[in-house]
């Protein structure tokens, strides 16, 4: 398909898809895109895709909410979009949760990831934490999921979190009923981890999303 010039208002659009997606891994929806660029209506951004659909630019996936893809032929390198941090938050991906070792230290962030805001309380000092095992296949959370996580000392009941046992780190379900402290899998596989040695045991935050990747 032969590609036709974009205007400047394409481009721009094109321009932040592109780094968007380098920077989050995956590409914004319609409303991110248009809280971008001031534009009020969904329908609106969907007709500069459209556009750049028509001119060879873009692939668009469905109705997938974040079904945009660029042609790979199209990439380039333009000027930098600032893409304001009103309107995503920066979250560091922690790569291990070390006993006696600060969460948020430099030496356990192995990189970061893009999330709007409105998905997040802006009184939580967010991290993000590789998932291993497939313990919880059952809530929806797998194998090199990123579980999104919002620091905190205590749970209630049925909440999924972020735990410590000795140096280990486990996502689990919450149970504490007559001063026992169940983790619960979600997975017939797996049986509860009863904490057996509280001294040992501390909770590392509460897991609010999960991000994941289809190759």
Do not use: C
């Not at 930098?80 to 006993?99: H, M, Q």
């Amino acid at each position: 398909m032969e590609k036709k010039q974009l205007t400047d208002r394409q481009e721009k659009i094109l321009s932040f898809i592109q780094q968007f997606q380098q920077e989050s891994g995956y590409p914004p929806t319609l409303r991110e895109i248009g809280k971008h660029f001031g534009i009020s209506s969904t329908f609106g951004v969907k007709r500069h895709l459209d556009a750049l659909v028509k001119k060879g630019y873009l692939n668009i996936l469905g109705n997938a909410s974040r079904g945009i893809s660029i042609n790979k032929d199209e990439l380039f390198n333009p000027e930098p979009i600032n893409i304001s941090e009103k309107e995503s938050n920066k979250i560091p991906i922690i790569g291990r949760v070390a006993a006696g070792s600060p969460i948020l230290a430099e030496e356990n962030i192995e990189g970061s990831v893009l999330i709007d805001q409105t998905f997040l309380k802006k009184s939580d000092n967010y991290f993000a934490l590789k998932v291993k095992g497939d313990s919880m296949i059952d809530a929806g959370i797998f194998d090199g999921d990123l579980v999104i996580v919002s620091p905190q000392v205590y749970a209630n009941n049925g909440d999924i979190i972020v735990a410590r046992i000795s140096d280990e780190v486990t996502v689990k379900i919450y149970e504490f009923k007559n001063q026992v402290v169940k983790l619960i899998p979600q997975n017939k596989d797996y049986k509860p981890i009863v904490v057996e040695n509280k001294e040992e045991f501390s909770i590392v935050g509460k897991v609010t999303g999960v991000l994941r990747w289809l190759n």
